[in-house]
């Protein structure tokens, strides 16, 4: 089945949210071209989807979330599976904009990206949008939209300064981002379990506990914090979500981990993914591209530069010596 890289940039718009109400449903949009990635929107509904299921509705009250299929002009949308997707048309209805908006990709969001018509609407509703994330190839379409004048856009602040074409291209990345919104909205236990139904053995991971009888220590905060930046080191990870997972202020959780750890969360980081990118160089014959990727340190040169600067060597310098060195 043909695979289409994902790529979790993403744009937040702030602005006084609404009050979290359950009589009103939540607004996600999923827009597709065709050629879109089967698997990525799919992952996206399903999590909805499951935390309607799981939320405890009251008599008269809307499931949390209202999930759309969209697409230009509305029908049948093929993936680049040839599975087609029914979708609603681009309107004068979704004007009010959403809570989140995902553009999926495909080979259709090329031609999508010169429409003046699709980005005229995309103008329009980003500013009444409170999120948008795009899939693989939708970042041309956000792009060719260009930067919106609100004045309160939000510049996202990634550790290590990994760009977005370094993000996972699997189905986890785009769990891990409708999770983030469900977590936000229904909290952590409803998250919890959204994630144990689609993607069984990920919630202990992606949505930590707290402790047993009690609230955690400051120290045992920072090393769940570390562990969720160990397990998410193949995917962007922010200043703002490892403070999430930690349950602090930023400039609190900067201010700890240093203390607690020894080095910033930059730092830190940065050990991690060196550390399995040498992993991989020493026990498999993957390229350094493809390493870097899983590493989550970027691209190739990205990779040689760190080396370079940390380790005095190239990775594949790396390579040759750490064979030699247990053949001997």
Known sequence: MPHMHLDTARVTWLHTPAPNLRSVARRIGVLLFDGFWL???????????????????????????????????????????????????????????????????????????????????????????????????????????????????????YLGGVAAEAASSDRDECARSALMFIKRDLGAELARRVADRVMPGMAATWVPLQAEGGTLSVAEKIRAAARWMEANCDRQVSVADAAQVAAMSERNFLRRFKHEMHVTPSDYLLQVRLRIACNFLTETELPVDKIARRSGTGNGDRLAKIFRKRMALSPTEYRARSRVATEV
């Not at 008599?59 to 029908?75: C, K, N, R």
């Not at 949308?77 to 681009?90: F, M, P, Q, Y």
């Open 39 to 157: 698997l990525g929107p799919g992952t996206v509904v399903e999590m909805f989807q499951t935390a309607n299921e799981l939320a405890d509705s009251h008599a008269g009250e809307e499931p949390p979330y209202d999930v759309q299929f969209l697409s230009m002009e509305g029908g049948s949308v093929a993936s680049s599976s040839l599975a087609r997707i029914w979708t609603d048309r681009i309107d004068t209805r979704y004007g009010s904009g959403f809570d989140v908006l995902f553009i999926a990709g495909g080979y259709g969001a090329h031609a999508a990206a010169r429409d003046e018509r699709l980005l005229g609407w995309l103008r329009s509703v980003q500013m009444r949008t409170r999120a948008i994330e795009t899939i693989g190839e939708g970042r041309l379409v956000l792009e060719a939209a260009g930067p919106t004048d609100h004045d309160a856009l939000q510049a996202a602040r």
